[in-house]
């Protein structure tokens, strides 16, 4: 059974362009969240969707924004892209019917911001 | 929102038994407590969960404070490549969402051969 896919894995950006992420559920999973890592701040949350709702939404500025689809795919983008935007960003996935279930992790997106 | 508190770091030796403590005194009625760890490079994997009653898997025991204020995480036996970031965090049962918007900086275990 395939994991949490994201993509691009990789990716190099320079301040005030945007970025787009995405991330791919495992299937059946409808819940997906997103969460931001940094070496300062730790694993910090940034929204969380259920069939294509928003359900909850951290402590992030508005350029950060992400959106679901009807197969439960989701993306997440980074408008005007400053230096403290770099991290590595993490999608998770979880179960239905699983309200408080495990969190199924991806690799990651690795953001860089020059 | 109910926070979790962990030591920064941990040192056990190899094939011994670990303890990793987690403190969470505003915990709700409705919130799980959840572990995961966090290899370099790599995204959190799930280690174990539960609500009141101690938890046992392949990977760990969860013990569960009888005032669910606070919880341990049990390695039974640390090995090499338990070395990692062990986060502690709560998800609310009842709305499924991720009650603590924020997992920490977590524990880093260091297992020493």
């Known amino acids: 059974k395939a994991g949490v896919t994201q993509t691009p894995r990789y990716l190099i950006k320079t301040r005030g362009q945007q970025v787009t992420l995405s991330c791919s559920p495992i299937s059946g999973h409808r819940s997906v969240s997103w969460y931001q890592q940094t070496p300062g701040q730790g694993l910090q949350f940034l929204f969380e969707?259920?069939?294509?709702?928003?359900?909850n939404k951290g402590n992030f500025p508005g350029r950060f924004s992400g959106r679901q689809f009807s197969n439960s795919r989701s993306e997440m983008n980074v408008s005007t892209l400053e230096l403290g935007d770099s991290a590595l960003y993490l999608c998770?996935?979880?179960?239905?019917?699983?309200?408080?279930?495990?969190?199924?992790f991806g690799e990651g997106s690795r953001l860089t911001v020059l | 929102d109910a926070k979790t508190t962990q030591p920064n770091s941990m040192e056990s030796n190899e094939e011994e038994p670990v303890h990793l403590p987690c403190n969470h005194s505003t915990i709700s009625g409705t919130d799980y407590i959840h572990w995961y760890r966090q290899l370099p490079s790599q995204g959190p994997e799930y280690v174990i969960h539960?609500?009141?009653s101690n938890v046992n898997n392949r990977m760990a025991s969860l013990a569960i404070a009888e005032d669910r204020k606070s919880s341990t995480l049990i390695l039974h036996r640390a090995t090499l490549r338990d070395a990692a970031v062990y986060y502690c965090i709560l998800r609310d049962g009842a709305s499924g969402s991720a009650r603590q918007l924020t997992f920490g900086s977590g524990t880093q275990l260091t297992v020493l051969p």
């Open positions: 969707y259920f069939s294509e709702t928003q359900r």
């Open positions: 998770a996935s979880t179960r239905p019917g699983r309200r408080a279930g495990e969190l199924f």
């Open positions: 539960g609500l009141t």
